[in-house]
């Protein structure tokens, strides 16, 4: 009986906290990520309830401090820049539009790629993290794993983990092609690193409204950049897919008469080294277990930026995945891993809900409707009305469940 060998594919947040409780855990873990570095950029990330939890017993929390951002809250502007609406952190107890917990992406991914290196540095031999490569093809026998990568070269493992976002290729060679599991939302996020723009309200979170627009600007930790963030309500175009001019062209053209600081972004756009543009599409796949391939995060159970919990669920995932594996033995992997599925179930259905209902209701399609949505906000968040709303907040959020916990838990808490 030994300890089983971990092929990870993909190095984003679902992958790197999965690697470090593996190898924190004593488990020989191999980690490839197709980009040639760390993947840099993204907003601010939510970490509330379950997510909270699992990064503190991962012992993240002092690293997640000390590059916390500290926002006051979601303002909702005109195309003159004036608010009409405001919805303050404190107010909604940390589970309005902004948790009293947020992180950029970049920075959570850093912060784990900090732990991963001190806890490898403390076992030396058991991590290998390989960018610039990705899996070919895998095959499953009785025995293990044999997989093919991208580099050349073949090698066997007792376990594959798909922690390769929403267009996972472990899922596409382990369970089955992409249009079986995803579904459009119908629409594509944008987010990318921008010059604070004058005239930004300091520490607000800025959103304005436009017909099949929504544009977000958020602080970042330094205060001379800001976040852009855009979600755009419109239907699938295959010739979108990994062509940043059309992208950007797309943008440009929904925000053409947006006002307000539209200007300043689509000028910061062109240069932004961390533009990150993806279609919305929810992820669901029955058994996120398959023998021994599991996935992990967005691979497994994307619930689109627009449920704002990828990046928890991503982390409550990779603690229980982790944890299920860390006891198990090379021949129990299939075993472990289908309880890893079981566990997560019930978050996965929580945590890919979309609070208040779609994109439809979020984003606007014509003028008409813009008006309307702010005037709706204008009411839904003046003083009169603001305890319904609170109540309609705590309703809907999706940070209830507590964090599942099994025996081999306690042993991998480190806070
Ligand atoms: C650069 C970037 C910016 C993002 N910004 C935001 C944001 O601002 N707001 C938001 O809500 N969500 C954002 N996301 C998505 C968010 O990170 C996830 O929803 C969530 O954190 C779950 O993480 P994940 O690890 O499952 O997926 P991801 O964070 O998408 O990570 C998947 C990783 O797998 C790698 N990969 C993909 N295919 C392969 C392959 N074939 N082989 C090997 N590696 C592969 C990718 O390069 C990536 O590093 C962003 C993702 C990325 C990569």
Redesign the pocket.
Known sequence: MSAPHVLI???????IATALQLVRGGIRTTV????PEP?P???A?DLRGASREAAERMGLMPGIDAHRLHEKGMVYVDGHGRPYGRMPVALFDGRGAVADVEIA?GDLNRVLLDALAAAAAEAPGLLSLRYGD??EALAQDDAGLEVRFGSGGAERFDAVLG?????S?TRRLAFGPEERFATRLGGYAA?FTMPTPAGIEDGWFSMRIVPRAMLGIRPDRDPATAKA?LTLRVGHDAALRGDRAAQEALIRRLLADAGWQAPAVLAAMGDAA?F?FDELARVDVPDVANGRVALV???GY?GT?LSGM??AM?LVGAYVLAGELVDAHAEDVPAALARYARRIEPFIADGKKIPFGSLERAVPRTSTGAALGRLTTRIMLSRPLRPLMQRAFAENATDALPLPVAGSDAALATA
């Not at 490839?32 to 980009?35: I, K, Y």
């Not at 922690?163 to 267009?167: F, L, R, Y």
């Open positions: 594919s993909g190095g984003g947040i679902a992958g490839v990520e197709r980009a993947r950029g993204g907003q990330v992406r990705r899996i922690a390769d976002g929403v267009h290729a987010f963030m961390d990150y995060g967005d691979a994307c930026p990828g990046t991503a």
